[in-house]
């Protein structure tokens, strides 16, 4: 089983995969929940079956916030489209992406080193 990990932002979503003992960022999307559908389908076809570690943007004392509960429902439609996915408490992923890029970026590159570190939180959670 592969695991994909995503870090989800209304304007980009940061991918990462695990396989084979490795986790790797992946190109980002930029847009909507159909083309981040999209680019599941296309691992799908290429890794068969794959897991979504979908990172839960929490506040610092871990309780819901809107983008949360965004989270939350696109979590129930990628449930709905067949995939298995689970939630993992996303706080501080992107600030430690930041402090391992050494900058922001505009593309996309900090969303998926953050989807990266939801999949290390997970892997160390299983």
């Keep these: 089983m592969v695991l994909i990990g995503l870090d989800y932002g209304r304007e980009r979503t940061g991918f990462a ?17 159909s083309k981040i559908l999209e680019r599941l389908v296309e691992h799908t076809e290429r890794y068969d079956d794959i897991k979504v570690i979908l990172g839960l943007p929490l506040s610092a004392l871990g309780k819901s916030t809107e983008l949360s509960l965004e989270v939350e429902e696109f979590a129930e439609r990628l449930g709905e489209s067949g995939y298995c996915v689970e939630l993992v408490n ?16 505009r593309k996309g590159h900090v969303d998926s080193l953050a989807a990266c570190e939801i999949l290390k939180r997970y892997l160390n959670l299983t």
């Excluded at 396989?19 to 847009?31: I, K």
Aim: glycine fraction near 12%.
């Design 90 to 105: 996303e706080v501080g992923s992107s600030a430690a992406a930041v402090k391992l890029l050494g900058k922001k970026d």
């Design 17 to 33: 995969i695990f396989m084979e003992g490795l986790v790797l960022p992946a190109e980002p999307v930029f847009g909507s929940w």
